[in-house]
Each structure stands twice: as structure tokens, then as C-alpha cells.
């Protein structure tokens, strides 16, 4: 099981960055994906979920309407697509699967995160 993010960098304020999280390892398109953030000196919180059909998400209340997040089945994919970044987005942006396939039912998975650095 592997989940990959990537997309991170540096950007200014106002900026817009996309990360993506690639599987492999287990049945991607029986798993709700969410990204995760962590910024420095505090606790992992949640950012973003989709659900497996793609057809339902939600959001943080910090990031609503400024961050997208999406999911392409055929690819093994999960996207973040975010707008109108700000400092306080600074942080490390993890992947997670939830898996509600076969063998992996209820397990969770988690990437090594993607450093997301807002400053001018």
C-alpha cells in the first residue's frame, strides 16, 4: 500500500498550488479520500474529504471556497486544488484512504505529506 503526494512548494500569498496523492496498493475506488494538513507546532486536522463516487465532498471551514478537492478512479488519484492561499496554509498536506474494499475494509491509509509554504 502507497499513497504519494505531491504538488507542495512555495507560493505567495493569493498564490494557488495543486497537490495530488497517487495509490497503488489497494482498490482506490472503494476508498474516501481526504487531505489532511499539519502546520508547525500543531495538531493534524482535517482539510478536505471526497467521497468514493466523487459526488460528495466537504470542507474544512477555513478552506471553503478556496480549496477544491476531486478524484479521478480511472487514475488512482486524488486532487487538492487550492486557491487564494494564505500563511496560515503553511503546512504539511497529507493523503488518507479510508477503505471499505475486501481484505482492507476499515483500514486506513496515510501518504508522507507534501510541504505547502505561503509567504512573500
Known amino acids: 500500500v502507497e499513497l504519494v503526494e505531491s504538488g507542495g512548494g512555495l507560493v505567495q500569498p493569493g498564490g494557488s498550488l495543486r497537490l495530488s496523492c497517487v495509490v497503488s496498493g489497494f482498490t482506490f475506488s472503494s476508498s474516501v479520500m481526504s487531505w489532511y494538513r499539519q502546520a508547525p507546532g500543531k495538531e493534524r486536522e482535517s482539510v478536505a474529504s471526497i467521497t468514493r463516487d466523487g459526488l460528495t465532498t466537504a470542507y474544512a471551514d477555513s478552506v471553503k471556497g478556496r480549496f477544491t478537492i476531486s478524484r479521478d478512479n480511472a487514475k488512482k488519484t486524488v486532487y487538492l486544488q487550492m486557491n487564494s492561499l494564505k500563511p496560515e496554509d503553511t503546512a504539511v498536506y497529507y493523503c488518507?484512504?479510508?477503505?471499505?474494499?475486501?481484505?482492507?475494509?476499515?483500514?486506513?491509509?496515510w501518504g508522507k505529506g507534501t510541504l505547502v509554504t505561503v509567504s512573500s
Open positions: 488518507k484512504a479510508l477503505s471499505f474494499g475486501g481484505a482492507t475494509y476499515g483500514m486506513n491509509y
